[in-house]
């Protein structure tokens, strides 16, 4: 048992060694101003060790300083899957943002909007740890209603005790949107140039009316079509844009966050 253990060991510090001269690599291709190669290394370092805030992030500068703001964008995003806190991400992200050419609105409510931002900020983990310190809390003020007689202390903890249920409630609910969001594929950036907005699954006719859209404008996916030669494979997606209107355009124009 002990020689597996060495072995296993073994095997990973040349796994962690091999990392972490892929990720130099990388970083000395970008300080050349070798993008070119760094997003390929970077990429590579991504399918090796699996999903990285900081990997995305770099890869995000990287495709950026390429000119490719699409893939920028979906690198940014990728990494606040990752770490809803990496600050620097979330900068870049908003910069290029603030670059595109097509800038839809949120048409959501104003309480749905701060509850995304909400979801948003930190990591499923923390919001559990906070949901948890919430719950203890508000153990603590049922245990001061129960055994305190002074009648200022039993109202503290029992409206006291109401809040913070309530607040432990709604902060689980984040922890559980927020662990959700890691793994929910239903957005996507356009990275085509251009793509052309449809009312049906197909290429649209010059007489029909058609919204066009620009390269790294980030959509919602609610349906697909497929073909029956290839099933499997999305032709088309029916997307949601500012959080109300529905269309469809070609899968190849755009790529999942």
């Known amino acids: 048992m002990k020689y597996l253990f060495a072995i296993i060991t073994l095997i990973a510090a040349a796994w962690s060694a091999s990392a972490a001269n892929l990720a130099a690599e990388a970083d000395s291709a970008y300080n050349k101003e070798d993008y070119a190669r760094a997003v390929e290394l970077y990429n590579q370092l991504l399918a090796e060790q699996g999903r990285s805030a900081e990997v995305y992030y770099n890869l995000g500068n990287a495709w950026y300083r390429r000119g490719n703001t699409a893939q920028a964008i979906l690198a940014y995003e990728r990494a606040l899957r990752v770490d809803p806190a990496h600050v620097d991400a979330r900068a870049n992200l908003d910069f290029v943002n603030s670059r595109l050419e097509d800038k839809p609105e949120d048409n959501n409510s104003v309480l749905i909007r701060i509850h995304h931002a909400v979801v948003t900020s930190t990591s499923a983990n923390a919001w559990a740890w906070i949901a948890l310190t919430t719950f203890i809390l508000a153990c ?6 129960i ?6 202390l039993r109202k503290l903890g029992f409206f006291g005790g109401i809040i913070l ?3 432990f409630v709604y902060f689980l609910i984040v922890a559980i949107n927020a662990a959700n969001r890691i793994d929910d594929h239903s957005e996507a950036i356009i990275t085509a140039q251009s793509t052309l907005l449809n009312s049906m699954p197909r290429q649209p006719k010059q007489t029909e009316k058609v919204v066009v859209l620009h390269q790294g404008t980030k959509v919602e996916i609610i349906d697909s079509v497929a073909t029956p030669d290839d099933p499997v494979s999305p032709r088309w997606y029916n997307v949601r844009v500012n959080s109300s209107a529905e269309a469809w355009l070609r899968a190849t124009d755009v790529e999942r966050i």
């Open 140 to 145: 603590a003020a049922a245990a001061l209603y």
């Open 165 to 167: 249920l309530i607040a």
């Open 147 to 152: 055994f305190t007689a002074k009648i200022s």
